[in-house]
């Protein structure tokens, strides 16, 4: 295959490991496991192709969905992203107004317990694959109350032939 940088026929498709950076704002690093790479044995140059985004982003979600611990402010962010929401219509779905859910991303104000189990069971009644085992309803008498700061340990994910996977270090 030809390299688009320097013309030589010496890119070669592959497989890699990716940090993700499309989900900004998370307090931890996602990492991709065997993504499609093309390779240019000549110049180094690299080409990622993340398979199925919309697919990774609802296996990042059933990460945060089963957490046990609190939301985090950027979780809260990326769960209303998922289901395509402004601050507004999250508010209107929670029975709050648009100002409590700013101040939830902003860090300005904590989520309450109940807010924070009714966000993940509408994620995963709007957003998350009917016929999913019940996470939320299995998850929820585990999430600690207390506050703790924000785990730094990355989530894995690997592509797979049957989707987005989450695995161990
Ligand atoms: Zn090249």
Excluded at 61 to 83: H, M
Aim: one cysteine or more; glycine letters at 8%; proline letters at 7%.
């Amino acid at each position: 295959m030809k390299c688009y940088r320097c013309q030589k026929a010496t890119m070669k498709p592959g497989r890699g490991m990716e940090r993700y950076e499309e989900a900004a704002g998370l307090p931890y690093p996602v990492l991709l496991a065997n993504v499609p790479v093309l390779r240019c044995a000549s110049c180094g140059e690299e080409a990622v192709s993340i398979p199925d985004a919309e697919a990774l982003h609802r296996a990042i979600a059933r990460y945060i969905v089963a957490s046990r611990r609190p939301l985090f402010a950027g979780e809260i962010r990326f769960l209303r992203k998922l289901l395509g929401w402004t601050a507004a219509e999250l508010g209107r779905e929670m029975g709050l107004d648009e100002k409590t859910i700013s101040r939830w991303e902003n860090r300005k104000k904590a989520m309450g317990t109940v807010a924070d189990r009714l966000l993940r069971m509408i994620v995963r009644d709007r957003a998350l694959d009917r016929g999913e085992p019940d996470l939320v309803g299995a998850v929820f008498p585990d999430i600690l109350r207390e506050r703790r700061p924000p785990e730094r340990e990355p989530v894995r994910l690997r592509a797979t032939r049957r989707g987005w996977r989450q695995t161990a270090a």
